[in-house]
């Protein structure tokens, strides 16, 4: 992504924010839609854009599981391993989805690249616990082993939009 795209993008909010700082995640959320991930060129056009050197960019940039340093599968399902979640099942469902993609137990992206596992804190569902979240935009519960199977399936078929908010 250019420094143009995330400039036109970061002017017209850049008053809803307290300072140039606050304007870094916006930036980087946005800068990460046209591929899914960020790479070093991203992260230089962010840094110019938002006036920052680009070693703060990265620092920041690590800093938060959702921003991505290095590429995903096309599709990103992340597993709520919090508490609620974990009473009800997720380590479970976390290896059953790792295992039917051929990951190890820390997560990762199947061989054709196109599904990540993922561990995530709490998603917000805790009522529909164990949950799980699609490209950090749908999330869905209480899901059994089935069910896991079955989205996995169904994302198989399903073409990622052209940009998200991952
Ligand atoms: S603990 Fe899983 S959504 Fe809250």
């Not at 596992?117 to 519960?141: K, M, W």
Request: charged share 30%; hydrophobic share 35%; net charge negative.
């Amino acid at each position: 992504m250019t420094v143009e795209e995330i400039r036109e993008h970061i002017d017209p909010i850049r008053h809803e924010y307290a300072d140039g700082k606050s304007l870094i995640l916006p930036a980087l959320k946005f800068a990460q839609t046209e591929k899914g991930h960020l790479t070093r060129e991203d992260l230089q056009a962010v840094a110019e854009a938002t006036g920052y050197s680009a070693a703060y960019i990265e620092g920041v940039a690590s800093f938060y599981d959702r921003i991505y340093l290095k590429p995903n599968g096309t599709r990103v399902v992340s597993v709520c391993v919090t508490l609620s979640c974990m009473l009800r099942g997720s380590d479970e469902l976390f290896e059953h989805l790792c295992d039917r993609e051929g990951v190890s137990h820390h997560g990762g992206t199947s061989e054709d690249g196109a599904i990540t596992i993922q561990e995530a804190q709490c998603l917000g569902y805790c009522d529909r616990a164990p949950c799980v979240q699609v490209d950090a935009e749908e999330t869905q519960g209480p899901m059994s082993l089935e069910d896991g199977e079955r989205l996995l399936d169904e994302l198989r078929t399903n073409p990622r939009p052209d940009r998200l908010w991952r």
